[in-house]
């Protein structure tokens, strides 16, 4: 049976959603239309391209995620110039690496282009905070004066993934300037809306994969130093859109899973625990799918 998929963002802790997705898979559920954000826009267009779920963890899993902390070279002393380059740049790593590899994995599936697949198959979220405002691609790629045909895949995902100062921003021109686009978690971060509207019939049954505890299970926020209140304040801007929008009535559609203790720019991640997750993953969507009705 074909279903419409949406993942959430979440930075590395995105190896559960892997192992959800092998789960729904198995039980004969395949991907008709895919949409996400920041790691859930990365599955979401390997998927579209034509990876299986066991395929896309295997890519990943032959990866050294740490390549993907793409410094700029320097002249001056290290400490200096990461402060620098999060000064003038606006982020410490380029980003460019990421987007490198999405586009050498995706090309080998065909997929370059949103041009390169039907249209509505893959939608990506990101955050335009020159205009202030959420951007969905490809859909509003044209109000930038951009062919939604001809624009590259990996760099939306790129731009979906753009962590605000850890990775550097993605800038889009139009007739008036350059546009800062940044990681989608910014203003939407687990875009269920974009298939599951209210009053609108749906064309097929739509799954959400979210990582994080269900919205009634949350756990308190621990804060007692500057650190732990910015990792609370960003949790909390980054779900605020989408737990005003999740209903009772959505979340039977949507799988749970409660990542905690994980940071999500963990690059230097085990392998153990990289497998860990993938397993806390196929738990939560063996447990979701016994007693999904669809």
Known sequence: MYIDGVFSGGGIKGFALIGACEVIEEKGL???RVAGTSAGSMIAAMLAAGYSPTEAGLLVDEIDLKSFMDLRSAL??????????????LGLYKGITLENWLYEKLSAKGLRTFGDIPP???RVVASDLTNGRLMVLPDDLPRYGVDPKSFSVAKAIRMSCSLPFFFEPVKIKDPIG????VDGGVLSNFPMWLFDKENVKKVRPV???KLSHNLHEHPRHKISN??????ALFETMKDAHDSRYISRRHEKNIIFVPVDGVSFTDFGMTDEKKESLKQLGRQCAEKFLRKWGY
Do not use: C, H, S, V
């Not at 001056?76 to 740049?89: D, E, G, M, V």
């Not at 500057?226 to 990792?231: R, V």
């Open 30 to 32: 395949r991907f008709k």
């Open 76 to 89: 001056i002393p290290a400490p200096l110039a990461k402060w620098l380059l999060l000064y003038w740049r």
């Open 120 to 122: 509505g198959t893959l």
């Open 178 to 181: 350059n546009n800062i686009i």
């Open 207 to 209: 799954l959400g994969i």
């Open 226 to 231: 500057a650190i732990q209140m910015f990792e």
